[in-house]
Each structure stands twice: as structure tokens, then as C-alpha cells.
């Protein structure tokens, strides 16, 4: 099971909007909608931001915001903050070899 | 207040074994589904193994089939993870995460799992 392909690196200015993508198969992002978004400080575990492609959990911001398109996933976040800055991960559930999840590459947002 | 907490973890050396240990507190364990989910130093994150709310299955990534397994005792609010014959690339902060909607919405705050000589 090959990991999902999510750009190296994203960068925006404060205020701005970005999106990072998240590639996968039929096997994983396009054959289920358990597409999720994980934001991860440096030190500090991953934090749950979307959750079946498109839902927040509660006390998650509104200018997150997920969607999908037939293989590719997309974590958009609007209005960017400093406090945005951070490694973000993509996860979809897969029926691959048996096993259940799949993580995406890394992406590390940077706010300008 | 969901709280999960790692413990277990340590240097061991190739082809040694490990017990890693997670207690949940805060929420209806046995109601719930549970993954270790593994972060090499500098790198990404992997899953590495999932239970079911009654502990009846259980799943693997390909690398750790056969080495690794996952158990859970719902009595005691724990999850486990057994590993043996562990490889340098075994070598990772190990986090416990419970799942909700095939996603991880809780995680620890991991323990640390060096395999060296």
C-alpha cells in the first residue's frame, strides 16, 4: 500500500486561502468517503480538522474545509493564520492487501 | 476530558521485543474501534494496526504482519501492542488514537521506540 501523494510544501500570505491535494486510488481516496485531515504541530501529536471528506469535529475552525473529487481529496484553508503553520496529513480508509488505513506525504504549510 | 496515555516504549535491540501499553480514560472504550499509528523520527505518519470495539479482529500494515499485534482489555480501558523481531525501521514514536467515522479523533501523546545495538 503506497502512501497518498500530498505536495512537499504550501505557502500563503495571512488572510489568504490555500488548498493542499491529497492523491490516492480507486482503492482508498476514490473508493470511499473516509477521507480525513490532520493537522500536526512541531512536538505535539496530529489533531483531527476533517473527518469523512467534509465534516468538522466540533471546536474545529470553519475556515477548514475538505472535498473530493474521483482519486483526489483537498484540504482548503481559508483566511490563513500564523497559527496555521504546520505539518498537515491526509488519511483515507482503503481495502488494500487487508490493511485499513493509508496516510498521505507530508505538506507543510507556511504562512508568509 | 478523553485522555490517551502511551507507555512501554525504549531502546531494544534488533530482533528484540516490546510491550507498548495505552490507557483511555474519558470515554466508553469498548465502544470503539482503536489504532497505533507511528511517526519515524523527521517523517510521516503510518498506520500500523487497528482493533475492533470487541477485540474479534484486527488488522496490519503489510510491514508488521506477523511481528506485530494488537490487543485491547475493555475491563481495564487498554490497548496494547505486542512487537517482536523489531528492525531498525521499526524505530518511531508509536501513538494511540481511538477511531470515530474511520478517522482519528483522539490521539496520545505517543511513546518513544528506538531499535538499536
Known amino acids: 500500500q503506497s502512501a497518498l501523494t500530498q505536495p512537499a510544501s504550501v505557502s500563503g500570505s495571512p488572510g489568504q486561502s490555500i488548498t493542499i491535494s491529497c492523491t490516492g486510488t480507486s482503492s482508498d481516496v476514490g473508493g470511499y468517503d473516509f477521507v480525513s485531515w490532520y493537522q500536526q504541530h512541531p512536538g505535539r501529536a496530529p489533531k483531527l480538522l476533517i473527518y469523512e471528506v467534509s465534516n468538522r469535529p466540533s471546536g474545529i475552525s470553519n475556515r477548514f474545509s475538505g472535498s473530493k473529487s474521483g482519486n483526489t481529496a483537498s484540504l482548503t484553508i481559508s483566511g490563513l493564520q500564523t497559527e496555521d503553520e504546520a505539518d498537515y496529513y491526509c488519511s483515507s480508509y482503503t481495502s488494500s492487501s487487508g490493511t485499513h488505513f493509508v496516510f498521505g506525504t507530508v505538506t507543510k504549510v507556511s504562512v508568509l | 476530558e478523553v485522555q490517551l496515555v502511551e507507555s512501554g516504549g525504549g531502546l531494544v535491540q534488533p530482533g528484540g521485543s516490546l510491550r507498548l501499553s495505552c490507557a483511555a480514560s474519558?470515554?466508553?472504550?469498548?465502544?470503539?474501534?482503536m489504532s497505533w499509528v507511528r511517526q519515524a523520527p523527521g517523517k510521516g505518519l503510518e498506520w500500523v494496526a487497528n482493533?475492533?470495539?470487541?477485540?474479534?479482529?484486527?488488522y496490519y500494515v503489510d510491514s508488521v504482519k506477523g511481528r506485530f499485534t494488537i490487543s485491547r482489555d475493555n475491563a481495564k480501558n487498554s490497548l496494547y501492542l505486542q512487537m517482536n523481531s523489531l528492525r531498525a525501521e521499526d524505530t518511531a514514536l508509536y501513538y494511540c488514537?481511538?477511531?470515530?467515522?474511520?478517522?482519528?479523533?483522539?490521539w496520545g501523546q505517543g511513546t518513544l521506540v528506538t531499535v538499536s545495538s
Open positions: 482493533i475492533k470495539e470487541d477485540g474479534s479482529e484486527s
Open positions: 474519558g470515554f466508553t472504550f469498548s465502544s470503539y474501534w
Open positions: 488514537a481511538s477511531e470515530y467515522g474511520r478517522a482519528f479523533d483522539y
